[in-house]
């Protein structure tokens, strides 16, 4: 099992950037594929991006392509999402997910086993 909390949270103007991170605790952080989604309110959990075991591979739902990097120190047990150009779309709750089965990445609340409690984000216009 593996334990996620998250940081970085904040309100930044539109134009602005954020970085969040993830720190994880438990079993071995390299098992695990991650993944960072959002939620805004009134409105399902949506896939934002995510990375393989070591970070060979990652992916990015089409909204933040361009604008948003995800990474992964797995040294320092963390996984980290790089937000620049912030709209005010952007604005949610943002959540990292972790999962120890099999495949590379998952873009799919299904696909992930273990969550944190999230993060808020707001831009402003």
């Known amino acids: 099992q593996v334990q996620l909390v998250e940081s970085g949270g904040g309100l930044v103007q539109a134009g602005g950037s954020l970085r969040l991170s993830c720190a994880a605790s438990?079993?071995?952080?390299?098992?695990?594929?991650m993944g960072w989604f959002r939620q805004a309110p009134g409105k399902e959990r949506e896939f934002v991006a995510a990375?393989?075991?070591?970070?060979?591979?990652?992916y990015y739902a089409d909204s933040v392509k361009g604008r948003f990097t995800i990474s992964r120190d797995n040294a320092k047990n963390a996984v980290y999402l790089q937000m620049d150009s912030l709209k005010p779309e952007d604005t949610a709750v943002y959540s990292c997910?972790?999962?120890?089965?099999?495949?590379?990445?998952?873009?799919?609340?299904?696909?992930?086993?273990?969550w944190g409690q999230g993060t808020q984000v707001t831009v402003s216009s």
């Open positions: 438990g079993r071995t952080f390299s098992m695990y594929r």
């Open positions: 990375i393989s075991r070591y970070g060979s591979t990652t």
């Open positions: 997910a972790a999962d120890g089965r099999t495949g590379d990445v998952s873009f799919s609340n299904d696909g992930y086993r273990y």
